[in-house]
């Protein structure tokens, strides 16, 4: 395994259309985490997922976006109606958890570049 | 209130020096991990080394090393030996094990942008 893998890396699109993007974590992870990364800032989490569930959602994922983790393994990441202010990397990470608390690293995937037109 | 704080925007380093990058951070949850980050201009995040706030001794993996000081609340990263390979933006982030809502995800400071000069 080669770590987490984003698709695609970069997108550019105009305002008002959808876009979606995949993160692969790696294999025996099972937490997936959705971060998004403007131009001289942090990353900023998005939402994350245990498994296949939604456990989390920061109040910055509108009800324009939308993530799903099916069968906890892949995830995707959807803009509806997208808007200029969505332009940002994405960043997908994934670790794993024994239990609920524990210091194990996130792994960074290498993001997608969203240009919205 | 920002949680992590980076107040260093831009360091220079001349190679082979030792470098140490600010961190400080505010949270009342008494079990929280910090964790140090390097993102090249690839833009890919590369995990560091991690902190956990019961940890007794300073963590160290090669020539990073984390200066904890737990009554201060400052996180700072120690860079030995600084190659020009280091040149990278290097991020601060804090999780807090408890806080009910906030068991996932990582905070960031705004990160310092780190220049190894030959």
């Known amino acids: 395994d080669t770590g987490v893998s984003q698709d695609p890396r970069h997108k550019i699109t105009k305002r008002g259309q959808n876009v979606t993007f995949r993160c692969d974590p790696i294999?025996?992870?099972?937490?997936l985490y959705w971060y998004r990364q403007t131009l001289g800032q942090g990353p900023e989490f998005l939402t994350y997922?245990?498994?296949?569930?939604?456990?989390?959602k920061s109040r910055l994922l509108s009800d324009r976006f939308s993530a799903e983790r099916p069968k906890g393994s892949f995830s995707t990441l959807e803009i509806q109606r997208t808007e200029q202010g969505d332009s940002a990397m994405y960043l997908c990470?994934?670790?794993?958890?024994?239990?609920?608390?524990?210091?194990?690293?996130?792994?960074f995937g290498p993001g997608t570049r969203l240009t919205v037109l | 209130a920002q949680k992590i704080t980076q107040t260093q925007p831009g360091m220079f380093v001349q190679e082979k020096e030792a470098v140490t990058l600010d961190c400080t951070y505010d949270?009342?949850?008494?079990?929280?991990?910090l964790f140090w980050y390097k993102q090249p201009s690839s833009g890919e995040m590369i995990f560091l080394i991690y902190?956990?706030?019961?940890?007794?001794q300073n963590a160290t993996e090669g020539r990073y090393s984390l200066n904890f000081q737990k009554a201060r609340k400052s996180a700072n990263l120690v860079i030995s030996a600084s190659q020009l390979g280091d040149s990278a933006m290097y991020f601060c982030?804090?999780?807090?094990?408890?806080?009910?809502?906030?068991?996932?995800?990582?905070?960031f400071g705004k990160g310092t942008k780190l220049s190894v000069k030959p």
């Open positions: 990470a994934s670790s794993y958890i024994p239990g609920l608390a524990g210091g194990n690293e996130q792994f």
């Open positions: 982030a804090m999780r807090e094990f408890l806080r009910v809502g906030s068991q996932g995800n990582l905070i």
């Open positions: 997922f245990q498994n296949e569930a939604q456990l989390e």
């Open positions: 294999s025996e992870h099972n937490r």
């Open positions: 949270t009342s949850d008494p079990s929280y991990g």
């Open positions: 902190q956990g706030s019961y940890d007794q």
